[in-house]
């Protein structure tokens, strides 16, 4: 997004919803219930490894010759009818969708969900060149009326209680004041957009895969938005990230079997739609594909393989960070694991504490269906950060400190007996300050009577 | 028109510099794979799993000998009987109430209470069914009713998706969709509420 937000650490950003009740471990159990879901799937297919090695497969051949696979993708879709536009960064796209707009005379579009058309700032774009833009994903939308980013890129109003939901619905939509019924909640939300989608002019869609063998490409829904809202108006504008492509029709036996397993544990999507050309002679279908940062990204080999993401979310649904801190702590467009990887590919000052919002437990990489090693990509990350001298003052320090000690077997055992011996006689406290924020919620341990060196010099035989 | 000229010659350069950036760079490839059917699910009795999965994930299956049965099943549900407009593709099972072939603009659907769809076949690992666009007068009639009904043949059931798509081979119609339950939502507290914006219910009905 082109504004500037100032550089809030991580920690400093989770604290609001760390602190709020019982949100964080409410939050945490919502997403452990999700990555439930998508175990139970994963384990019923017996060749679930055989297909993540194969889509790790097929996306590391894609990044390869994304080029060339691109020019395919251009190709088969013009043949088709469809205009191909190419982006080079999200202004470049956001202008490119507004003259689409300006070409037909359009004040109200409707749009499905897009991590693309977040990332680009597309909608206070739109809403600031006069253009009235309603999100017809249900999550998308409670998050658009109370004028928040979506805070995970599968479910955008996790982080809401259905009150708070009832709550906005009672401001924007009439909905009964304190009715917090999800189901009638829903149904508001049905009526309401209803009505938007019968006066959309212009569909706007993202896109979960396009084919390079064909020129077509496929969104996934539950809702039934995206669909809706490109079979009315006569003009659908999809929205692409370039890493979006898949080489051939086949591949999408592999990938539709994968995401919603991963995404929500749903066996596939309710809706999983290909479009291949405008719908009619009438009709015009804008295929805009955006490169905004992932070619550069290609010719880093560290961190190249986080352009297989296809956005299921199953990293953040698992990652023990996420589910206690939300979201929004990230403050980035892509939150969780893999948003930890990719901002500061965009921004390393301003995204330098992300690497460290991680736990390296590995989970992420486990349930990853493209196999992005994950944690790995963090932990060098971290690497990275320190080689650019991002880190803060008193990890340097500490850091510092630390290989000095582990340098030297003198001062190595001169400072573990100083440390069991001051543990003994320090008062609380003396460790417990504010200048200590790793005791603000942790105990020190018991110190031990002896070190392990003098234990294995009396014990050895 | 001159902005629009101003537009495609910036577009034609970003179209360069993007492609320029990707093929400056050769990156060996692991070639593509293709999955070896011995690796694969398979069903002993495909259609007992197609339909576990479809009723597990909410649509409603009927068995039928003569496809005409449809409509008598359809008249015990109360928002079948009490409707008003029904389009129905499938004359064989259910006769629509209105021509919708006099309809040119999709928007003029919104009052349609129930679709009766022609599905070509069934997949059995995740319910879904694989309707063809061409198949429709518009594709918004998918969508847009409140109440979907799809026929399809028990015979035409495939295992897995990978069969799925070695089937539709290439997809000759601009619109072709998956089906799998009705629409639905978990976005308000990870409660699932069935009937978001597409149908409210699926009834499926196999057709020998
Ligand atoms: S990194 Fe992997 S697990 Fe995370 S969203 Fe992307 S594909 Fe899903």
Not at chain 1, 223 to 238: Q, T
Not at chain 1, 265 to 273: D, H, L, R, V, W
Not at chain 1, 388 to 393: D, E, K
Request: net charge neutral; proline share 5%.
């Amino acid at each position: 997004m082109s504004v500037t937000l100032p550089i809030i650490d991580h920690p400093t950003a989770a604290k609001p919803f760390v602190t709020n009740g019982d949100r964080s471990p409410w939050h945490d159990k919502a997403l452990w219930f999700v990555r439930g879901k998508r175990d139970k799937q994963a384990s019923t297919v017996g060749e679930w490894e055989y297909l993540r090695s194969m889509a790790s497969q097929i996306k590391t051949a894609t990044i390869a010759n994304l080029g060339n696979y691109l020019v395919e993708f251009e190709r088969n879709a013009t043949a088709l009818g469809a205009t191909v536009h190419w982006a080079a960064d999200a202004e470049e796209h956001n202008q490119i969708v507004l003259q689409i707009l300006r070409d037909h005379d359009t004040k109200r579009i409707v749009k499905s969900k897009s991590m693309l058309t977040e990332e680009c700032g597309l909608n206070h774009f739109l809403e600031d060149n006069g253009v009235d833009v309603v999100d017809t994903d249900l999550g998308e939308r409670i998050v658009q009326l109370r004028d928040e980013t979506p805070s995970h890129i599968v479910l955008p109003a996790i982080h809401l209680k259905k009150e708070e939901v009832g709550e906005t619905f009672h401001e924007h939509l009439g909905t009964d004041k304190g009715a917090a019924d999800p189901k009638y909640l829903a149904e508001a939300a049905r009526g309401h957009l209803r009505s938007k989608f019968l006066a959309g002019e212009v569909g706007i869609t993202g896109v979960n895969f396009g084919i390079a063998e064909t020129g077509g490409f496929v969104v996934c829904t539950n809702e039934g938005n995206a669909d809706l809202g490109a079979s009315l108006p006569r003009v659908h504008i999809a929205c692409m990230g370039i890493e979006k492509l898949i080489p051939r029709f086949q591949d999408l036996g592999v990938f539709t079997r994968l995401l919603a397993r991963s995404a929500t544990g749903q066996p596939i999507t309710a809706y999983t739609s290909h479009f291949h050309g405008p719908r009619d002679r009438n009709s015009e279908l804008h295929i805009v594909l955006v490169d905004n940062g992932r070619s550069k990204l290609r010719h880093n080999s560290e961190f190249r393989e986080a352009l297989h993401c296809i956005r299921c979310g199953a990293c953040m649904n698992t990652c023990p960070v996420y589910r206690r801190s939300g979201g929004h702590s990230y403050q980035a467009t892509i939150p969780g694991p893999i948003g930890s990887v990719l901002s500061p590919t965009r921004d390393s000052i301003k995204h330098k504490s992300l690497p460290y919002a991680c736990s390296l437990c590995g989970s992420c990489t486990d349930v990853c269906p493209v196999k992005i090693p994950l944690h790995h990509q963090l932990l060098a990350w971290r690497k990275e950060i320190g080689k650019q001298g991002l880190l803060s003052y008193d990890k340097r320090i500490s850091m510092k400190a630390a290989s000095l000690l582990f340098r030297n077997a003198k001062v190595f055992s001169l400072a573990g007996w100083l440390g069991r011996t001051s543990l003994r006689f320090l008062p609380h406290w003396a460790t417990h300050h504010r200048f200590n924020t790793w005791t603000i919620a942790r105990e020190l341990p018991e110190p031990p009577k002896e070190s392990f060196r003098h234990w294995y010099a009396k014990n050895r035989k | 028109m001159k902005e629009m000229l101003q537009q495609n010659e910036s577009i034609t350069k970003s179209r360069r510099a993007i492609l320029d950036r990707l093929m400056v760079m050769d990156i060996s490839s692991p070639g593509l794979p293709t999955p070896d059917e011995s690796m694969l699910t398979h069903f002993d009795d495909p259609l007992g799993a197609f339909v576990a999965m479809l009723e597990s994930v909410g649509g409603a299956v009927h068995m039928l000998d003569n496809p005409h049965e449809a409509t008598d099943i359809l008249n015990q549900i109360d928002v079948f009987a009490s409707a008003e407009r029904v389009v129905s593709l499938v004359p064989e099972a259910v006769q629509s109430s209105f021509d919708v072939s006099q309809i040119k603009d999709p928007h003029d659907l919104s009052a349609v209470d129930w679709t009766i769809a022609k599905g070509e076949f069934a997949v059995a690992e995740n319910g879904a069914i694989w309707i063809d666009g061409q198949a429709m007068p518009h594709r918004a009639l998918l969508f847009i009713a409140q109440y979907l009904a799809i026929v399809v043949s028990r015979r035409e059931i495939v295992h897995h998706m990978h069969q799925a798509y070695a089937r539709i081979g290439t997809p000759k119609s601009p619109f072709g969709v998956f089906v799998s339950g009705p629409s639905k939502t978990a976005d308000i507290e990870q409660s699932l509420v069935l009937g978001a914006h597409g149908c409210r219910a699926l009834q499926v009905f196999l057709t020998p």
